[in-house]
């Protein structure tokens, strides 16, 4: 695998992790905003009120969420870029050492930039 598609794979993972996490809060925020509002209550107001408990509710898990799912996708992503990336070549002692680092350096974004175009 690439590293542009592991680290799609792990946003994409991170990313539903969160949005599963805002569902489940705004579930429960509307049943528990339903089951809080009094029977002589109007239906449209009931409605109403688990609505703006059910926004509550979601962005609060959600936010809960985040207190675990940041470090978790500081930690994928430095797992990602320390396995993909290589040292740097060492300083060049001639003209003719650089010129052939930078003839390389060429070749290699090349071949990447292929890589993408396929």
Same mark, same amino acid.
């Given at each position: 695998m690439t590293a542009n598609f592991r680290d799609t794979v792990a946003s994409a993972m991170i990313e539903g992790a969160s949005m599963a996490s805002a569902l489940i809060g705004g579930a429960a925020g509307a049943y528990i905003?339903?089951?809080?509002t009094p029977t002589t209550w109007s239906a449209t107001v009931r409605l109403l009120?688990? %609505? @703006? !408990?059910? =926004?509550? %509710? @979601? !962005?609060? =898990?959600?936010a809960l969420a985040e207190l675990v799912l940041v470090p978790l996708r500081r930690l994928l992503m430095t797992m990602i870029r320390s396995t993909t990336r290589s040292s740097a070549p060492a300083s060049a002692n001639t003209l003719g050492e650089a010129l052939a680092q930078v003839a390389i350096a060429t070749?290699?974004?090349?071949?990447?930039?292929?890589?993408?175009?396929d």
């Open positions: 905003g339903h089951q809080l009120f688990a %609505g @703006a !408990v059910a =926004v509550v %509710g @979601a !962005v609060t =898990v959600d070749a290699h974004r090349a071949a990447n930039a292929a890589h993408r175009i």
